[in-house]
């Protein structure tokens, strides 16, 4: 029978049910949640674990958001029933999760929280690693054909379109009025985007083309197109304002995971005992 930490490994790593899995993806989750089982058995019995108050609320909470991912009691019980649980057996489980997760949260607190010198010393080592290509903000408008005759016919309509393709605008409003691709409903907007991200015959003329400026039509695989040019984002990298909170976050979520590694190490080493040699 599948066990509650299959249950929860197998959709956190495959977002799929255990039953839903290959053979050896099977055999691989039976394998890490057997592992998954014996480190939170370390946890649980550690100070750390003993010294959580898991409340009936927290419970309740956390019950409530699990039975919401059902239409109905029924399909929840029989999905309870599958792992050889009900819904009291359930609130165990749930009540060890939270202890764990709880005993972890007091390794994190135990870290120094990063501050702006911590980051910024990261984000000056690191500097590669902010560098972003030139980006465009570009419109385009989608004419498809199925033969020659209806290939010239678009090249005619988009050839007179562009003619009338003015300002950001008039663009999105003919893009609105013509295009064949479901961007037309937000004025043909393709996003902003680096070189790679378009058909390769798109894409030279894309980043060739001056802010608010129209391309000559232009064939894909998929049609004839009309590619504007709304604004030219430099390739660059952000400042050390723009990204400081966020490299912070990083730190400490880095930090405190490493805490949490060794805790569970040392836990490993307590319970295996000194190593005895023989002869």
Not at 75 to 98: K, M, Q, Y
Not at 119 to 147: K, Q
Not at 206 to 235: M, N, Q, T
């Amino acid at each position: 029978m599948t066990s509650y930490t299959e249950l929860k490994l197998s959709w956190e790593l495959h977002q799929l049910p255990p039953e839903a899995l290959k053979p050896e993806q099977r055999k691989e989750l039976a394998s890490t949640a057997q592992r998954q089982q014996d480190i939170e058995s370390l946890i649980l019995s550690s100070p750390e674990a003993a010294a959580v108050v898991v409340t009936a609320t927290a419970i309740a909470q956390r019950l409530g958001e699990i039975r919401g991912r059902y239409e109905s009691d029924g399909e929840f019980r029989a999905d309870l029933a599958l792992i050889g649980l009900d819904p009291s057996g359930l609130e165990v489980e749930l009540a060890r999760d939270l202890r764990i997760e709880g005993a972890l949260e007091r390794i994190s607190s135990r870290v120094a929280k990063a501050n702006a010198v911590d980051a910024e010393i990261y984000y000056r080592l690191n500097a590669a690693r902010y560098a972003a290509p030139e980006r465009r903000v570009l419109r385009h408008i989608l004419l498809t054909f199925t033969g020659n005759e209806e290939k010239a016919a678009m090249l005619t309509l988009l050839e007179q379109v562009r003619g009338e393709a003015g300002d950001e605008s008039a663009f999105a409003a003919l893009a609105l009025r013509h295009s064949q691709c479901p961007t037309a409903m937000n004025g043909g907007l393709l996003g902003t985007l680096s070189q790679g991200k378009l058909f390769p015959e798109l894409d030279k003329i894309a980043f060739s083309l001056a802010a608010g400026e129209v391309s000559a039509p232009a064939e894909s695989p998929i049609g004839w197109h009309l590619l504007r040019c709304d604004r030219i984002l430099p390739a660059g990298a952000p400042t050390f304002e723009e990204v400081r909170e966020r490299i912070i976050a990083a730190l400490d979520s880095s930090r405190q995971k490493a805490a949490q590694r060794q805790w569970i190490k040392s836990l490993e080493q307590k319970n295996n005992g000194p190593q005895t040699q023989t002869n």
